[in-house]
């Protein structure tokens, strides 16, 4: 059996998202991890894109979830990207990374990260 995976890395966005007031106000960056695995043996032999993950329309839909969307948990924005990509695309699983880097803690934390993995 032949897995295959087509995956965006570290997509950054701006966005409101936290549980605290100061962080839906001021806002933050947020970085995020799709990976959407499905049979794209068929776009590999014949190089169609329509038999494949369009990376720009896989990526408009983290940025509108990102950036339009509000969030108290790091954990209901990435569950929300993995449902919408789910839905959009001919995909069997997602994977779905969301990192808040330098989170305020009260200590130094490279970030904090929060993993769904979906299957359809």
């Known amino acids: 059996?032949?897995?295959?995976?087509?995956?965006l890395k570290n997509m950054v966005f701006y966005g409101y998202h936290g549980a605290f007031a100061a962080e839906k106000e001021l806002g933050q960056h947020v970085e995020i991890d799709v990976e959407a695995e499905g049979d794209f043996i068929r776009a590999g032999q014949t190089d169609r894109l329509d038999l494949t993950v369009n990376y720009v329309q896989l990526y408009e839909v983290v940025k509108e979830l990102a950036e339009k969307g509000s969030f108290n948990l790091i954990e209901a924005l990435g569950t929300a990207i993995a449902e919408r990509v789910l839905e959009r695309f001919e995909i069997d699983r997602v994977t779905v990374r969301v990192r808040k880097p330098h989170p305020p803690l009260g200590g130094i934390v490279a970030a904090s990260e929060f993993?769904?993995?979906?299957d359809k």
């Open 1 to 7: 059996m032949t897995s295959t995976k087509i995956t």
């Open 115 to 118: 993993e769904i993995v979906k």
